[in-house]
């Protein structure tokens, strides 16, 4: 197995975090004096995944050409870490023609088969079709690997049992990550989940399960990276929870009221300047590189802003067309 680039995960998660941070800016802009989740440049829902990092660049340091990924409604860490254009996925979120979707999906709905990613607003969706697509990999003799991930509230619907009884019986190569943020919307696992970790129930399908702690990029990278090479090798799926933190709302306009004491804490459990602080320790990165990666990171953002906003909307007959019928 390959070792970490230490440098190269801390950049990609801050990377990742500069980029959200701005879209959590540009999506409240227009949105008030009243909440108008359709006003704005940016409409619709907004599902952000800052504190979720270490779970994307730890698991996509080990993707490469072909590997599919299908995420979940909170999609952006994953969808950057895989690769997928920073400018045509801006654009998507922002409803205009140069986006991947030709701004007919939004930010929930983000799809590039050049880089095989996809992501949906339903539950568990992705685990069914990251089968397909490692039965398809499967039987062109590749060794692609498929990872699906979803959120620990998915592993209570059917699709998940579903989905791993038939990668085990099949042998496929996937890969199946939970990213247990604690909270299923407003809902805690222990209120809806009758066992303390998903990575248990992978037993009772006959493959390999590990729950990662602390929201430890380092140690997403080894489990996944045993996960990945032993699919690669063709011994079939694993299973993988990471216990993250989601730092903000279920969504952008949720009040997190149900939240209490837990929002006390969740600044200092912020993996990105406690990632800093450990690699500054070990000698991996100096102090005067913190605000250069940060400047770099929001230089690439600000060239994805403006090339959204300076994108066409698409027009009212466009709505006709990449339909079935």
Known sequence: MKTPNRLDLYTEMVRIRQYESRILQEYHADKAPAWDIGAGLIPGEMHLSAGQEPAAVGVCAHTKKGDAITAPHRPHHFALAHGVDMNAMTAEIYGRTTGLCKGKGGHMH?????????????????????????????????????????????????AFHESLNLAAVWNLPVVFVIEDNDWAISVPRAASTAINSNADRAAGYGIPGVRVEENDVEAVFEAAGAAIDRARAGEGPSLIEIHTLRLWGHFEGDAQAYRGADLDTVDERDPIPRYAAALVESGDLAEAQIDDIKRAADAEVDAAIQFAVASPIPAPEDALLHVFA
């Open 110 to 158: 983000l799809f590039d088969p050049e880089n095989h990613f996809s992501c949906s607003g339903i539950i568990a969706q992705g685990y069914p079709v990251a089968c397909g697509q490692a039965l398809a990999m499967k039987r062109n003799g590749t060794d692609n690997v498929a990872i699906a991930v979803a959120g620990e509230g998915a592993a209570n619907q059917g």
